[in-house]
């Protein structure tokens, strides 16, 4: 059963369109040598019969942003992930987790001892590009 209709199938070639109400970016590096993984952490709003969910992509693999905008008036953000699913984020919505999914991060990187942080999209786009450029080649 879906919840709070967070999940879009679509014919573009994604597995699957997620719509989050929040989001914060997860850098993974447990050996801190190894090149890090970046993910998407979600959140949705609940309502009456169902209440908050999160979930967490497979890895991102790229990103850009879309050209239209959300109803409020914010561009979103849309994160692929190494599965094939693609998470369309609202650019205001970065950092703005709800009560329980906080709790849940919060729990992930207590556990993750260190290995997990959450970081800025800003500080991700340069991390990011900079670990995806062909090394020896240069412009």
């Not at 094939?84 to 009560?99: D, H, I, K, Q, V």
């Amino acid at each position: 059963m879906k919840n709070n209709n967070q999940e879009y199938s679509t014919n573009k070639g994604a597995l699957s369109m997620y719509y989050p109400d929040s989001w914060v970016i997860l850098k993974i590096n447990p050996d801190k040598s190894d090149k890090p993984l970046y993910k998407v952490f979600v959140g949705f709003h609940g309502g009456y019969l169902y209440g908050d969910s999160w979930r967490v992509n497979s890895g991102i693999t790229s990103f850009g942003t879309s050209s239209t905008f959300d109803f409020e008036g914010s561009e979103r953000i849309i994160f692929k992930g190494a599965s094939g699913s693609e998470y369309c984020c609202p650019t205001n919505a970065e950092n703005r987790l709800g009560m329980y999914c906080n709790s849940v991060l919060s729990q992930f990187i207590k556990e993750a001892e260190g290995a997990i942080e959450v970081i800025s999209f800003e500080d991700f786009k340069k991390e990011f590009k900079s670990e995806n450029e062909p090394k020896g080649e240069h412009k």
